[in-house]
């Protein structure tokens, strides 16, 4: 199984940046899949959910109003939409999938998910 991200880079404050999360080796459609970030110095901390059927996402109270978390099941892709980026959001963001179902409980930490990308470098300037 590999998840890998794409799309981080250098944006100002207040742009926008899509984050992608490529699956192979493995289909995720029946499964809820996550983002989680990690700034230097601090722990992994949860950003965004969506449950397998896209019915239900969930965020961190950080982000919520402007990051969108969606996916592509098809593709077995994961995204994640940043708008009005703040330095605050400057992180390695990474993509999280499961073996199996989380528990409703566990969506929104890391300890429902079994597959971690390698992360993509997010950095938003003052």
């Known amino acids: 199984v590999q998840l890998v991200e794409s799309g981080g880079g250098l944006v100002q404050a207040g742009g926008s940046l899509r984050l992608s999360c490529a699956a192979s080796?493995?289909?995720?459609?029946?499964?809820?899949m996550a983002w989680f970030r990690q700034a230097p110095g601090q722990e992994r901390e949860f950003v965004a959910a969506i449950t397998w059927n896209s019915d239900t996402t969930y965020y961190a109270d950080s982000v919520k109003g402007r990051f969108t978390i969606s996916r592509d099941n098809g593709k077995n892709t994961l995204f994640l939409q940043m708008n009005s980026l703040e330095p605050e959001d400057t992180a390695v963001y990474y993509c999280?999938?499961?073996?199996?179902?989380?528990?409703?409980?566990?969506?929104?930490?890391?300890?429902?998910?079994?597959?971690w990308g390698q992360g993509t470098q997010v950095t938003v300037s003052s």
């Open positions: 080796g493995r289909s995720f459609s029946a499964y809820a």
């Open positions: 999280a999938a499961p073996r199996f179902s989380p528990r409703t409980s566990e969506i929104t930490t890391a300890k429902g998910y079994d597959y």
